[in-house]
Antibody, heavy 119, light 108 residues
Framework: QVQLVQSGAEVKKPGASVKVSCKAS????????ISWVRQAPGQGLEWMGW????????NYAQKLQGRVTMTTDTSTSTAYMELRSLRSDDTAVYYCARDPPGSGWQDYWGQGTLVTVSS | EIVLTQSPATLSLSPGERATLSCRAS??????LAWYQQKPGQAPRLLIY???NRATGIPARFSGSGSGTDFTLTISSLEPEDFAVYYCQQRSNWPSSDFGGGTKVEIK
């Protein structure tokens, strides 16, 4: 069965970086994309960006350009999302999700990773 | 950026009633719209994609309609497990995407 298992919760200070991992199983990793979506406490969903696990092509939300990097390691079927220069408003649950090829939709989701930014 | 406006913000209904949720786009997104359900403490779940196609395993009481700028998610008869928050998402300018602000369906 398809599973996306994310790394554990993180607490970071303002200005630091965080790197969240997302290990995929149950499907051919390189045949799908991975999107990252975050959700601040009590708020709605925010699309952060997408990476093709086939060729590493990426597209990031404009507001995060320059602070976010998404990568994949096809040898371990793992996707990563790194966010730099953290601010308090980056406190959120970060989700990875699988994108069927060419679809733009997210059909399987990880369990979420809480990132808390606090001094 | 395409802005998706969902209404109402909260819908108070009883089990067995019909729920009608709206999503309006700031410009045409053709049929490139999806709906997700999210329960507290859980990840979102894909319900509807391409405006009207049910995702795998989604019950027939969920249906989607619309195109262009106006879309509707209908739950024909609410089950207890349907009380949740629902989000629409557009992907007309993929690989960019946007979510709406959500509609909470609560028990009246």
């Amino acid at each position: 069965q398809v599973q996306l298992v994310q790394s554990g919760a993180e607490v970071k200070k303002p200005g630091a970086s965080v790197k969240v991992s997302c290990k995929a199983s149950g499907y051919t990793f390189t045949s799908y994309g991975i999107s990252w979506v975050r959700q601040a406490p009590g708020q709605g969903l925010e699309w952060m960006g997408w990476i093709s696990a086939y060729n590493g092509n990426t597209n990031y939300a404009q507001k995060l350009q320059g602070r976010v990097t998404m990568t994949t390691d096809t040898s371990t079927s793992t996707a990563y999302m790194e966010l730099r220069s953290l601010r308090s408003d980056d406190t959120a649950v970060y989700y990875c999700a699988r994108d069927p090829p060419g679809s733009g939709w997210q059909d399987y989701w990880g369990q979420g990773t809480l990132v808390t930014v606090s001094s | 950026e395409i802005v998706l406006t969902q209404s109402p913000a909260t819908l108070s209904l009883s089990p067995g009633e019909r729920a009608t949720l709206s999503c309006r786009a700031s410009q045409s997104v053709s049929s490139y719209l999806a709906w997700y359900q999210q329960k507290p403490g859980q990840a979102p779940r894909l319900l509807i994609y391409d405006a009207s196609n049910r995702a795998t395993g989604i019950p027939a009481r969920f249906s989607g309609s619309g195109s262009g700028t106006d879309f509707t998610l209908t739950i024909s008869s609410l089950e207890p497990e349907d009380f949740a928050v629902y989000y629409c998402q557009q992907r007309s300018n993929w690989p960019s995407s946007d979510f709406g602000g959500g509609t909470k369906v609560e028990i009246k």
